[in-house]
């Protein structure tokens, strides 16, 4: 009991939804912590190329009080460059253990977590798109897709704080409030990315954090 | 499972139709090729270097370690680089550059979008290379500048 609570108090100090850029480049390392309206994942990973990672993680339905533990890998399938701009196209999965926390008292099952991501950027504009769904045998089945816009009053040069105003509607079919939308404001800074989220639905604060190094 | 990888095929499917995001990269390239096809490359002191290197005068940023090993007897070389949008960009490439033993210093610009490295004196580094470490880093290198510099804000 006092490892998925530590895990999930892990998850909570770092709270999440930063999926900006997650594979980093040859030998780069990344802490991702994200936080949805659903759930509060932490995942550190390696990648040895820069089209893939792999790497660890816990990720915690506050809702549901679900833990799920595992590895995962991720597999950057497209990058698109331009002069001005990038475009980016991933595909993840995670296989792992899950288990109930509290209440939702339960034996140790396998589970599953599989997602695609798209991004395209310019140093001004931001569009993206993810969508997941899990596979956690008794305890649950479920989807999610979120889409994202934002733009940045200035551009930043190497090494400056870099500003973005963004707005991401989520789907959760299986929710009882299936459609939310969030403002957010992100921060990048050197080899930090904040995210200070709103969830208007919700009413609730989501605190995203990467590093990479 | 089945489930599960039906409904996350049917989402990938539904995504905003990034094939059709065709940065023109190669056509860009091929272009740019076309401005220096009258190029004199068996005078050329980098006749190694590939096609789309452009041997004019180049524009070294500002940057007081640039300058340090240049000043120490470094050749530059400045890069373009497609796909260059924030910091998390030029970190990689700074990491990537950083760990090598031939390069002195190296300084990413985001607002005029190069790589701007200064290699350490005697040291030589092909465009070959330099392509692959960018592309190592995860970007693209569009063309390639040596030659007499100029130092800019």
Same mark, same amino acid.
């Given at each position: 009991?006092?490892?998925?609570?530590?895990?999930?108090?892990?998850?909570?100090?770092?709270?999440?939804?930063?999926?900006?850029?997650?594979?980093?480049?040859?030998?780069?390392?990344? $802490?991702?912590?994200?936080?949805?309206?659903?759930?509060?994942?932490?995942?550190?990973?390696?990648?040895?190329?820069?089209?893939?990672?792999?790497? %660890?993680?816990?990720?915690?339905?506050?809702?549901?009080?679900i $833990?799920f533990?595992? %590895?995962?890998?991720?597999? @950057?399938?497209?990058?698109?460059?331009?002069?001005?701009?990038?475009?980016? $196209?991933?595909?993840?999965?995670?296989?792992?253990l899950v288990q109930?926390?509290?209440?939702?008292?339960?034996?140790?099952e396998?589970g599953?977590?599989?997602?695609? /991501?798209?991004?395209?950027?310019?140093?001004?504009?931001?569009?993206?798109?993810?969508?997941?769904?899990?596979?956690y045998?008794?305890l649950?089945?479920?989807? /999610?897709?979120?889409?994202?816009?934002?733009?940045?009053?200035?551009?930043?040069?190497?090494?400056?704080?870099?500003?973005?105003? /963004? $707005?991401?509607?989520?789907?959760?079919?299986?929710?009882?409030?299936?459609?939310?939308?969030?403002?957010?404001?992100?921060?990048?800074?050197?080899?930090? @990315?904040?995210?200070?989220?709103?969830?208007?639905?919700?009413?609730?604060? @989501? @605190?995203?954090?990467?590093?990479?190094? | 499972?089945?489930?599960?990888?039906?409904?996350?095929?049917?989402?990938?499917?539904?995504?905003?139709?990034?094939?059709?995001?065709?940065?023109?990269?190669?056509?860009?390239?091929?272009?740019?090729?076309?401005?220096?096809?009258?190029?004199?490359?068996?005078?050329?002191?980098?006749?190694?270097?590939?096609?789309?290197?452009?041997?004019?005068?180049?524009?070294?940023?500002?940057?007081?370690?640039?300058?340090?090993? *240049?000043?120490?007897?470094?050749?530059?070389?400045?890069?373009?680089? *497609?796909?260059?949008?924030?910091?998390?960009?030029?970190?990689?490439?700074?990491?990537?550059?950083?760990?090598?033993?031939?390069?002195?210093?190296?300084?990413?610009?985001?607002?005029?979008?190069?790589?701007?490295?200064?290699?350490?004196?005697?040291?030589?580094?092909?465009?070959?290379? *330099?392509?692959?470490?960018?592309?190592?880093?995860?970007?693209?290198?569009?063309?390639?500048?040596?030659?007499?510099?100029?130092?800019?804000?």
């Amino acid at each position: 009991m006092c490892r998925p609570v530590l895990i999930t108090a892990t998850c909570l100090a770092f709270a999440n939804n930063a999926f900006a850029r997650p594979v980093s480049y040859a030998g780069g390392w990344t $802490l991702i912590e994200d936080t949805d309206r659903q759930s509060t994942s932490a995942l550190i990973h390696h990648s040895p190329s820069a089209n893939y990672l792999l790497g %660890v993680k816990a990720d915690f339905d506050r809702n549901k009080d679900i $833990l799920f533990t595992g %590895v995962q890998a991720t597999w @950057l399938a497209k990058r698109w460059f331009g002069e001005n701009h990038q475009a980016n $196209l991933y595909f993840w999965g995670a296989a792992g253990l899950v288990q109930g926390v509290g209440s939702t008292y339960a034996d140790d099952e396998a589970g599953a977590q599989i997602g695609v /991501m798209a991004d395209w950027e310019t140093r001004r504009l931001f569009v993206s798109y993810r969508a997941s769904a899990r596979d956690y045998a008794s305890l649950d089945k479920s989807a /999610m897709q979120a889409a994202r816009v934002g733009f940045a009053p200035y551009e930043g040069d190497t090494g400056e704080l870099h500003t973005w105003f /963004m $707005l991401e509607v989520d789907n959760s079919p299986d929710a009882d409030e299936p459609l939310d939308v969030t403002p957010l404001i992100r921060f990048f800074y050197g080899s930090a @990315l904040f995210e200070a989220e709103w969830s208007l639905n919700d009413d609730q604060s @989501l @605190l995203n954090f990467q590093y990479r190094f | 499972m089945l489930r599960l990888i039906l409904i996350t095929s049917f989402m990938a499917l539904a995504t905003p139709a990034m094939a059709q995001i065709n940065p023109d990269a190669e056509r860009h390239g091929s272009a740019h090729m076309g401005d220096h096809a009258g190029h004199d490359h068996a005078a050329d002191p980098h006749a190694g270097h590939d096609m789309r290197e452009v041997d004019a005068e180049l524009k070294l940023a500002d940057q007081p370690e640039l300058a340090a090993a *240049l000043a120490a007897g470094g050749e530059p070389v400045v890069a373009k680089v *497609l796909g260059a949008v924030c910091d998390f960009c030029a970190k990689a490439m700074n990491k990537t550059f950083g760990k090598r033993k031939d390069v002195a210093a190296v300084y990413v610009d985001l607002d005029a979008k190069t790589l701007n490295l200064v290699l350490k004196p005697g040291a030589e580094m092909s465009d070959k290379t *330099l392509r692959k470490a960018v592309k190592k880093s995860g970007y693209k290198v569009d063309t390639v500048a040596r030659g007499s510099v100029t130092i800019t804000n």
